[in-house]
């Protein structure tokens, strides 16, 4: 059966520390695998990431995957309280979704 | 654009109540699907739809139905309401190269809150 496993599943840091968020699978088929960020509602996109080892980046967010050892990393540099959500990572096939690693930046 | 709208926001049934979840864009994505989140667990997928008329199981679809009339709406209908299903749910879309919606960035609704007592 196709999974999606992420960790830590919470973490508490302080402004301006650099996070690291893991995502690993196991699926069939693999097209794609995405990150989400949710604070209150809705997801909202972050990266889509098809290709081992090409960097995805946007501002102080930053993605990478690995398909040889299934997993992909969300590095967050320099993190501000608005960072603040829950961090979801989806693979494809079948947009298969992990728990989601809440993620709280304290002042 | 409004993007995907989902109405109501929040719902109360009874146990063995039917309803439907309304979803639509105005975007002109073929690709549409419905999740629901529970507490510690993701998002989980209902169903999907590729295009008008073509709808499909997701992840957990027993106790739901959908059908896709036309590129805008994709209504998901609870028959027969369960306890089980309180959760949140969500309707997304995306657009689709050749019926591969389901692999890129899904644009999704505000949610709808549904609590079966």
């Known amino acids: 059966e196709d999974k999606v496993v992420q960790s830590p599943l919470s973490l508490v840091v302080h402004e301006g520390d650099t996070v690291t968020l893991n995502c690993s699978y196991e699926?069939?088929?693999?097209?794609?695998l995405l990150w989400y960020k949710q604070e209150k509602k809705a997801p909202t996109f972050l990266f889509m990431l098809?290709?081992?080892?090409i960097e995805k980046k946007s501002g102080r967010l930053s993605s990478i995957l690995d398909k040889k050892e299934l997993f992909s990393i969300l590095n967050i540099t320099a993190t501000q309280t608005g960072d603040s959500a829950v961090y979801l990572c989806?693979?494809?096939?079948?947009?298969?979704f992990g728990a989601g690693t809440r993620l709280t930046v304290k002042p | 654009n409004a993007g995907v709208t989902q109405t109501p926001k929040f719902q109360v049934l009874k146990t063995g109540q039917s309803m439907t979840l309304q979803c639509a864009q105005d975007?002109?994505?073929?690709?549409m699907s419905w999740y629901r989140q529970d507490p510690g667990m993701g998002l989980r997928l209902i169903h999907y739809?590729?295009?008008?008329?073509?709808?499909d199981q997701g992840e957990v679809p027993n106790g739901y139905n959908v059908s896709r009339s036309t590129t805008e709406d994709f209504p998901l209908r609870l028959l027969s309401a369960a306890p089980s299903q309180t959760s949140v749910y969500f309707c997304?879309?995306?657009?689709?190269?050749?019926?591969?919606?389901?692999?890129?960035?899904?644009?999704f609704g505000p949610g709808t809150r549904l609590t079966v007592t």
């Open positions: 997304a879309s995306s657009y689709s190269l050749a019926g591969g919606g389901r692999h890129y960035e899904q644009y």
């Open positions: 699926v069939t088929n693999f097209r794609s």
């Open positions: 098809t290709s081992s080892g």
């Open positions: 975007m002109n994505h073929e690709y």
């Open positions: 989806a693979v494809s096939r079948d947009m298969r």
């Open positions: 739809s590729v295009g008008a008329g073509i709808t």
